[in-house]
């Protein structure tokens, strides 16, 4: 998620909301650029959608980026989208099950779905160039929250789970 907030604000976009369960990740994507965080804990699906809608004048999100790996979310993220909006589905990469999903909400709003997964191994040189042009526009030394040897791999893989972690590296 915090990467489709950076590139976001690298290609210019306008206002970025993002949404999360833990208040760190969401200062840090503040920090990476969005301009508003909205904790799902301490919100209800309505007031999330009735608060893009606002700060999008009525009209919904130009493009919205599901980024958690739930798929309970996505009729969520559609109703915040206006019409002929597109959605990026890159967090379910894996089976996490079905739902059911109102075709009218796709239809009428004549959305695009993108769905995504993985991408060329080839990809991170390109990725690694940018965050070394960009250096002085991002926080990049927050990118990376925790660092564990690979004796303590566990640990790292816990912590990776934690509300308080952002990307977590083993040292080999």
């Known amino acids: 998620g915090l990467a489709h907030v950076i590139k976001a604000r690298m290609m210019g976009a306008g206002k970025i909301i993002v949404t999360d369960i833990s208040d760190y990740k969401l200062n840090l994507a503040k920090e990476f650029?969005?301009?508003?965080?909205?904790?799902?804990?301490?919100?209800?699906?309505?007031e999330r959608v009735d608060i893009v809608m606002q700060e999008t004048h009525g009209r919904g999100a130009d493009i919205g980026v599901e980024c958690v790996g739930n798929p309970y979310v996505v009729n969520e993220g559609l109703r915040m989208l206006r019409k002929a909006a597109m959605?990026?589905?890159?967090?379910?990469?894996?089976?996490?099950?079905?739902?059911?999903?109102?075709?009218?909400?796709?239809?009428?709003k004549n959305l695009r779905i993108v769905g995504m997964c993985n991408h060329n191994h080839v990809?991170?040189?390109a990725h690694m160039e940018m965050m070394e042009r960009t250096m002085e526009l991002f926080p990049w030394d927050r990118f990376v929250s925790h660092q564990f040897p690979v004796e303590k791999a566990e640990e790292a893989v816990l912590t990776s789970m934690s509300k308080d972690s952002m990307k977590v590296v083993i040292r080999f």
């Open 123 to 125: 990809a991170y040189k």
């Open 33 to 46: 650029g969005a301009d508003i965080g909205l904790n799902v804990e301490r919100t209800t699906e309505e």
């Open 87 to 108: 959605y990026l589905e890159v967090g379910n990469f894996v089976d996490c099950g079905s739902v059911p999903v109102n075709i009218h909400e796709i239809c009428s």
